[in-house]
Every structure is written in structure tokens, then in C-alpha cells.
């Protein structure tokens, strides 16, 4: 499946390269000027990853972030946070708000796909896009003795190890990540 990219940036040079690099290599990619237009494009382009400019109009980067990652049909979606070289970026407001990366400008375009791709393959794992492409067929288990005469669905322990592999192999920078940031947090770093 085609990942699918949001980038919101106001300056026309950045959508113009950032459109660009990703397009390039094969991204479905949107683009919108103004941080207000960003909440409507989620519903109507279903972005995989969001990058978004930290100093967008009306509304920033740092809050399209965070509710992004706090409203539940979209908490799939990933999101990077951008600002220029010498722009006042704020790391820590960047973490708060649950940013999956920063990428500085102006685009290299090594570095976005180098972020962007892992990010994509990951939102796409966590919707379950996947399971489509590996044509899984889960039965819900029974906790009855099935009679006799029914037919029961035969299991390919193979094809759910692969299943599983998969969402792990997706899941588990993600979970590194969440577990490093708690332990950092236990430990008072």
C-alpha cells in the first residue's frame, strides 16, 4: 500500500522540496499552508505520517502533535516536527506533545526518507493495513467443544508466526522508545 504524507508547511520552498523528495520515492503526499487546515485533511486523506512545521499559522506544530496523538481515530498517524536551522525549537515541547521525530530545514532529502519511511511502514502496522496483504483469516476461539459435525477451519501456525513477527518487527522501535523515555522518567533524567 502507498503511504500516505501530510506536510504542513507554510513556506512555499519547503512543501515545493518536501513534496519533492517524498513524491519522488513513491509517497502519496498532500500539502497544506496554514495549521487550521490540517484537522480537516486527516479526515479527508488519512495520512500515515504528518510532518508539520512547529511555527505553522493558527495553529502550531506542537498542538496539531498533540491532539493528533490524543484523539483516538488518529493516534495511528505519525508525526514529525519541523523548524528551520535557526528557528527556536523546543526538544522538550517537542517530546511533550509526542512527536515521533524532528527533521530540521531546509529538507536533506537522505535524512526525510530515512525518517519518514520507518515511520509510514509503522502507522501502516499499527491500522492492521497489513493484514489484508497477508490474507489472515483469524477465527475467533470457542470456549465451547465444537460439535462434531462442523467443520473447523484448519490453522497454519507458520502463517500466524509470520503475523506476529511482522507487528512485532513494526512495533518494536516504538516500544523501545516508550520503554527508554519511562525509564529515563523512573530514574529522574
Partial sequence: MIARVLLADDS????????????????????????????????????????ADVFLPNRSGYEICHWIKTHPRHQAIRVVLTAGLLEPFSESQAKA????????????????????????????????????????QVTPVTRFAPSANVAQPEVDPERIRAAVTLA???SMPTIIKEVTERVLIALGH
Fill in 12 to 51: 512555499p520552498h519547503a512543501q515545493r522540496i518536501g513534496a519533492r523528495i517524498l513524491a519522488g520515492e513513491g509517497f502519496d503526499v498532500e500539502q497544506v499552508s496554514d495549521g487550521s487546515d490540517v484537522y480537516p485533511a486527516l479526515d479527508r486523506f488519512s495520512p500515515d505520517v504528518v510532518i
Fill in 97 to 136: 506533545a509526542g512527536c515521533d521525530a524532528i527533521i530540521k530545514k531546509p529538507f536533506e532529502a537522505s535524512e526525510v526518507l530515512h525518517t519518514i519511511r520507518p515511520l509510514a511502514e509503522a502507522a501502516q502496522y499499527s491500522r492492521g493495513l497489513f493484514a489484508a496483504e497477508l490474507d489472515l
Fill in 168 to 170: 512485532l518487527e513494526a
